[in-house]
């Protein structure tokens, strides 16, 4: 009787260790958001187009309902939206670029209600000094962490992307799920958390703060989150440099517009892509061409010649989720072509490919 009531006991408290372990190793993202299973969905039949600030602005067209230069040369919207937070953390009204938070918020939510995904990334101003993200004159990433000289401004910072991120509601006023893709680009030397400013390690802890912070202490739930280095790897390992963990990561991304203007530079992109999707394969994550293009598109077959190439590679057309352009500023730089231009018939003809996808057939196709 003894034995057997030790035997029950034993066994019970096993029965709770294993289940306290597996509550504690599902990722806030494996359970509820579904933009995850949606791209599971489509892995294979297609990849996604998108468009920085798709439904904000395009050339000769600024927030008009229904606009889109996506939509202008292909007929249809894009299926994920790129937004940029840049700013928000100094409680500005517009974003670096002009665009305004609020008109931001409702597009976006517009985009969901289409069933689009967002993707949002951000290019802060520094607590230290107030510079932007391009400015590395000034070491910024030790002094924000935990335990340093500005962590309680950086935290204020924080909040105030939360308190977007907690506004992005339906009309139900539930919250919608989106992509959050901070600190991009941090192999490069051009931000001021780039890797001529901060090391790998100090990195790492400032993109786990940040997500940990947002999704532990603010409650942000729905909230996947894309890691993106540029092109400045040449192995796995390179690019996991500054990977800051499983737990925080859900999308291995990569940002590349330089190889593309190297000669035969596709076939450069397709190579560091094979790198990034045996990552995800390996970790069982999404991979992404989380930024690319030719600015102005100065190669009139740029979108079949090059990014169609690339897309077309077998491997990258059986795991790559989404490929996206950057913004369409007349003033600066746009990276689709409109109307009229001579790229227009190119980029509507890659699109066109039935494993390229636009909204309407990402919506017939995810579940
Ligand atoms: C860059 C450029 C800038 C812009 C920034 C954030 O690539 O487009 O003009 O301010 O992205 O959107």
Redesign the pocket.
């Known amino acids: 009787m003894k034995n057997s009531n030790n035997i029950i006991c034993i066994l019970t408290t096993l029965l709770v260790i294993i289940s306290c372990t597996s509550v504690s190793k599902k990722e806030p993202s494996e359970t509820m958001n579904p933009i995850l299973s949606q791209l599971q969905s489509i892995k294979g039949k297609g990849i996604l187009f998108g468009h ?2 798709d439904l904000a602005y395009g050339i000769n067209w600024k927030y008009i309902d229904g606009e889109s230069d996506v939509k202008r040369v292909a007929g249809d919207y894009p299926a994920l939206f790129g937004w ?1 937070l ?1 700013g928000i953390e100094l409680g500005h009204e517009v ?3 002009s665009v305004p938070f609020d008109e931001m918020r409702r597009l976006a939510v517009k985009a969901h209600e289409m069933g689009g995904i967002n993707t949002f ?1 951000w ?1 802060p101003y520094s607590v230290i000094k107030g510079v932007s ?1 391009w400015n590395t004159e000034t070491v910024v990433v030790k002094h924000i962490l935990p335990g340093g000289s500005h962590h309680q401004q950086f935290i204020a910072h924080l909040d105030k992307v939360a308190d977007f991120f907690l506004n992005l509601k339906n009309v139900d006023g539930e919250n919608i799920p989106f992509i959050f893709r901070p600190w991009h680009e941090m192999d490069g030397t051009w931000f001021w958390w780039g890797s001529n400013v901060c090391t790998s390690e100090e990195f790492k802890k400032l993109f786990r703060f940040s997500v940990e912070y947002l999704r532990k202490e603010k409650g942000i739930e729905n909230m996947l989150v894309a890691y993106s280095p540029d092109r400045n790897f040449n192995s796995e390992k390179e690019y996991l440099t500054w990977y800051p963990g499983d737990e925080i990561v859900d999308i291995i991304g990569l940002d590349n517009y330089h190889d593309f203007k190297l000669k035969d530079g596709y076939k450069e992109v397709i190579r560091k892509l094979h790198i990034v999707i045996d990552v995800a394969k390996e970790k069982n994550k999404i991979s992404a061409l989380t930024e690319t293009g030719l600015e102005n598109v100065t190669d009139p077959t740029w979108f079949s010649s090059q990014l169609g190439k690339v897309l077309s590679d077998s491997i990258i057309s059986n795991e790559l989720s989404y490929a996206m352009v ?2 369409n ?1 007349p003033k ?2 746009f990276f689709f072509p409109y109307p009229g231009h001579p790229a227009e018939k190119d980029a509507k003809k890659f699109l066109d490919r039935s494993d390229i996808l636009l909204l309407n057939e990402f919506n017939q196709l995810k579940n």
């Open positions: 920085q600030d940029e840049g974003n670096l670029d990334s290019h993200s950057w913004r500023d600066v730089h």
